[in-house]
T-cell receptor, first 115, second 118 residues
Framework: DTGVSQDPRHKITKRGQNVTFRCDPI?????LYWYRQTLGQGPEFLTY????????KSRLLSDRFSAERPKGSFSTLEIQRTEQGDSAMYLC?????????????FGSGTRLTVV | AQKVTQAQTEISVVEKEDVTLDCVYE???????LFWYKQPPSGELVFLIR??????QNEISGRYSWNFQKSTSSFNFTITASQVVDSAVYFC???????????????FGQGTILTVHP
């Protein structure tokens, strides 16, 4: 197991286009989290899944954002009608149970640039 | 609501100097966890340490040490004899509760950019 994988690493898109990111968690981890990190700031929580159920969504997650985790394995985060303010690093993390300790692993992120 | 404040935006030191990164947190929960993460230029967040709210013992791991003081709601991080490889952004984070739906969600500070010059 090579940890949490995110694809793509970088994405440049034109304003108004839709984009989709993928996260593959560590295989035995049942919790999966999405965070957004803008330049010069710490990561901010967006949403998380326990298995395939989406249990919490931040108010940061507008109607243009949707996340799925079919079958409780990989997850996708889609942004529709992208805006320049969506430019950020999107980080995925996974953990076994909710313990934010030694099992809580982050991926390298997807950097989105909206032009 | 939880809040984590890292007042130092950037710190610059010369190699072999000691450096302390400050972290102050706010929460009404009595059970919580505090963390430090390192984010090198590659972007991946690297876990450094976790402390729970009932354990105020200071911890040392090699050149790293952490000072947790509930009385001042602080969880400071010291690097002794800093090295160029320590250059990175360091984040303090907080997670509340034990069990429940919010357990595991991290609230991060703004980060401190540490630059260690040779």
């Amino acid at each position: 197991d090579t940890g949490v994988s995110q694809d793509p690493r970088h994405k440049i898109t034109k304003r108004g286009q839709n984009v989709t990111f993928r996260c593959d968690p560590i295989s035995e981890h049942n919790r999966l989290y999405w965070y957004r990190q803008t330049l010069g700031q710490g990561p901010e929580f967006l949403t998380y899944f326990q298995n395939e159920a989406q249990l919490e969504k931040s108010r940061l997650l507008s109607d243009r954002f949707s996340a799925e985790r079919p079958k409780g394995s990989f997850s996708t985060l889609e942004i529709q009608r992208t805006e320049q303010g969506d430019s950020a690093m999107y980080l995925c993390a996974s953990s076994l149970g909710g313990d934010p300790g030694y099992g809580y692993t982050f991926g390298s992120g997807t950097r989105l640039t909206v032009v | 609501a939880q809040k984590v404040t890292q007042a130092q935006t950037e710190i610059s030191v010369v190699e072999k100097e000691d450096v302390t990164l400050d972290c102050v947190y706010e929460t009404r929960d009595t059970t919580y966890y505090l963390f430090w993460y390192k984010q090198p230029p590659s972007g991946e967040l690297v876990f450094l340490i976790r402390r729970n709210s009932f354990d105020e013992q200071n911890e040392i791991s090699g050149r790293y040490s952490w000072n947790f003081q509930k009385s001042t709601s602080s969880f400071n991080f010291t690097i002794t004899a800093s090295q160029v490889v320590d250059s990175a952004v360091y984040f303090c984070a907080l997670s509340i509760g034990a069990g429940g739906t919010s357990y595991g969600k991290l609230t991060f500070g703004q980060g401190t950019i540490l630059t260690v010059h040779p």
